[in-house]
């Protein structure tokens, strides 16, 4: 069996679209307010873009011939094929 990796396809495009929005925002608050604001909202734009990264970007899951490999921002769970009984959802990450 190959390997299949399953990612959320609109998940990461709107990670990139969340990304590149941040960036016209934080431009264009530096260049009208100077650096003190822009550098308010660059911490504030890296801050979401870190929650919209670790929810729609980082989750994926990986099956291989012998197991189950599930990953999200912070932690990866490995589950041999034997140790699942049932799966009540269809595609939820």
Known sequence: MPTI???SLLGRLGTLVVGVGIVYVVAAV???GGAVP???ALAWG???LLAVWALWWAPQLRLD???LTIRN???THIVAW???ETCRT???L
């Open 5 to 7: 990796i399953v990612r």
């Open 30 to 32: 530096w260049l009208s």
């Open 38 to 40: 822009g550098l308010r």
């Open 46 to 48: 890296g801050l979401l």
């Open 65 to 67: 011939a012998d197991r």
């Open 73 to 75: 921002a912070w932690r």
């Open 82 to 84: 034997e140790a699942i």
């Open 90 to 92: 269809r595609w939820a």
